[in-house]
């Protein structure tokens, strides 16, 4: 069997080592740029896999132990844990690390420009699975979407706490978190739907002035987040299997965060089970389709979120102190699915005041 992945961020690069282990599947990867360059966030929510996989890689630069959750500058919860729920990783040696195994194990990796990679495809070969993992970047002109911008600077900040700071009038969040905890860096930003880049930029400027007061500032950078795209992890074409997404490209981002790199991770891991499985290509889309079910529903469960945090305006902040202290909990591990949802709702009717 052969196997085309296009984009080798942190999903794409991930399927490719994976893949390249296998002795009876040809492994092909495309992607725009040698060097890896994905601003904003390097933060990765945790699975005892995915830890094993990061501290294996040497690839984690900081510990969130300690978190705060406000609303428009009011704390709403904070916590304080034994064990992180999050690593915070340097994502360019992550994809590079990935992407020389890949390398070393067989796989054919090759720099195009944008318009050549389109032309990559499997020649209509039942024995060859396309997959898409360029992520964001196939829905920014189809469907809305949020540009944040990230700071890495310098500055006293305890190393070990995430600050997360809603926004819900301006569509968006306010964040600060370490990105280097032996070099005392930290990484700070905000991407807001409603508003324009520049409104985000004097923002982000003034909120980080009032929080940190002074900062020796190392790097800026701005990316696309696709919060509303569409969760599509097959496509078809005339009832026939087209390509198979993962990551950001799927529609796995976790739109309330901002978050793609667990899910994108935990997608390629899908698929790869999924086709060492075997089958036919519509076999292994069935396969896939089955073992993403849950990052489909927190995806949908995120859109959702945001969607009423947005309505809520104002009154999100009330809504927010009336959440028990277990939704915290299974935001910050990224564990909200519909189902959950439903659940926190039924137990807590009071809430339905503000969804109805």
Same mark, same amino acid.
Request: proline share 4%; glycine share 8%.
């Given at each position: *069997? ?10 794409? &690069? ?7 282990? !296998? +002795? /009876?599947? !040809? ?5 725009? &740029? ?8 390097? +933060?990765?929510? #945790?699975?005892?896999?995915?830890? /094993?996989? #990061? !501290?294996?890689?040497?690839?984690? @630069?900081?510990?969130?132990?300690? =978190? ?31 992407? /020389? ?11 195009? %420009? ?9 020649? @209509?070969? %039942?024995?060859?699975? *396309?997959?898409?993992? %360029? ?8 469907? $809305? =979407? ?11 900040? /305890? *190393? ?21 905890? @032996? ?21 982000? $400027? ?7 007061? &002074? ?5 800026? @950078? ?20 087209? $390509? ?37 290509? !519509? ?18 469960? &995120?859109?959702? +979120? ?22 915290? =909990? ?27």
């Amino acid at each position: *069997m052969k196997v085309v992945v296009k984009g080798l961020g942190v999903s794409g &690069s991930y399927l490719l080592y994976r893949l390249s282990r !296998e +002795a /009876d599947i !040809e492994v092909y990867g495309y992607d725009i &740029s040698k060097k890896y360059v994905k601003p904003c966030g390097d +933060a990765v929510t #945790l699975r005892p896999w995915i830890r /094993d996989l #990061l !501290e294996e890689l040497d690839v984690v @630069r900081a510990s969130v132990t300690n =978190y705060t959750v406000k609303v428009e500058g009011k704390t709403v919860f904070e916590t304080s844990l034994e064990r992180p729920y999050w690593y915070i990783v340097d994502k360019a040696l992550l994809v590079e690390k990935l992407r /020389d195994r890949a390398t070393n194990n067989g796989a054919r990796i090759k720099y195009l %420009r944008p318009h050549d990679t389109e032309r990559t495809s499997c020649n @209509r070969s %039942r024995d060859c699975i *396309m997959v898409d993992a %360029r992520g964001p970047f196939p829905h920014v002109k189809t469907t $809305k =979407y949020v540009i944040a911008i990230r700071y890495l600077a310098i500055a006293d900040w /305890d *190393m070990t706490r995430a600050l997360l700071d809603f926004y819900p009038r301006d569509g968006g969040l306010f964040w600060i978190f370490p990105a280097n905890a @032996r070099e005392g860096i930290v990484n700070f930003g905000g991407g807001f739907l409603n508003r324009p880049i520049n409104y985000t930029e004097a923002f982000v $400027k003034k909120y980080v002035k009032d929080l940190l007061g &002074s900062y020796d500032l190392l790097d800026k @950078r701005a990316s696309p987040i696709a919060v509303f795209s569409p969760i599509r992890p097959v496509e078809k074409n005339a009832g026939k299997i087209r $390509k198979l997404r993962i990551g950001e490209s799927a529609g796995f981002i976790i739109s309330t965060a901002g978050e793609g790199n667990r899910p994108g991770l935990e997608s390629a891991e899908a698929l790869y089970n999924a086709i060492i499985e075997g089958g036919s290509p !519509e076999e292994i889309a069935q396969g896939y389709s089955r073992r993403v079910r849950t990052l489909v529903s927190e995806a949908k469960a &995120s859109r959702y +979120a945001l969607k009423l945090a947005i309505r809520l305006g104002s009154r999100f902040y009330d809504f927010s102190r009336s959440l028990p202290e277990e939704f915290w =909990y299974t935001y910050l591990q990224s564990k909200i699915t519909i189902g959950y949802l439903v659940k926190i709702i039924l137990k807590n009717p009071g809430l339905l005041r503000y969804i109805i």
